[in-house]
Structure formats: C-alpha cells, structure tokens
C-alpha cells in the first residue's frame, strides 16, 4: 500500500526526464496529487499538484511552463514531465497522494 516513484536519473542541462509515481492499496483518484523536491538540508518543496479529475492543475514558479504534472486515475499512475532542466532542478522528487508518501526518485542535471 502506497506509492512508489520513478523514472529518475542523470541528465545534462536542456534535458528531460518524465518521472511516474504509481498508486497501489488505496484509492488514488479520490485525491490530490502532488509533486515534492527536496535537496540536502531544506524542507520539501511543493513544485507541481493536480486535483483528482485531472482538472486543476498548480505549478511553483520555478517549474513553471517547464514541468507537467498529469494523472492517469485508470491505471492509478501519475506522472510529471519535466522538460527543459537545469542544474538547479536536481533533487529528489516525491509524489504525495492522499497520506502515502514515496521513497524519491534522484534526479541529477550537470554537464
């Protein structure tokens, strides 16, 4: 029961990468769900979240018009395109829904 992240790795800058954050155990559509980042020593930054009908859709500044956030609620999956990096944008990423957190997917973005 949970959720589970993935589909990090290393890019250069310009790079993409989509991340997938798959729902088991409980009902994933009947929530938010949300996109985290964290780097060493800061609290966790909310950076993207979409309501439950995929119709609502908020981004943080810094990701804005470069990240994606999109839920697929038949196949309890969600997912964050993440195109455009920079070296700023590395961290580990967690996806948050309903009270389930992941372990993170690392994402590095050097040249």
């Known amino acids: 029961v949970g959720v589970v992240e993935s589909g990090g790795g290393s890019v250069q800058p310009g790079g993409s990468l989509r991340l997938s954050c798959r729902a088991s155990?409980?009902?994933?559509?009947?929530?938010?769900l949300r996109w985290y980042r964290q780097t060493p020593g800061t609290e966790p930054e909310l950076i993207a979240d979409?309501?439950?009908?995929?119709?609502?859709?908020w981004y943080a500044g810094s990701v804005k018009g470069r990240f994606t956030i999109s839920r697929d609620n038949s196949k309890n999956m969600g997912y964050l395109q993440m195109d455009n990096l920079m070296v700023d944008d590395s961290a580990i990423y967690f996806c948050?829904?309903?009270?389930?957190w992941g372990q993170g997917t690392q994402v590095t973005v050097s040249s």
């Open positions: 948050n829904a309903r009270s389930f």
């Open positions: 155990g409980f009902t994933f559509s009947g929530g938010f």
């Open positions: 979409i309501d439950p009908a995929g119709n609502e859709i």
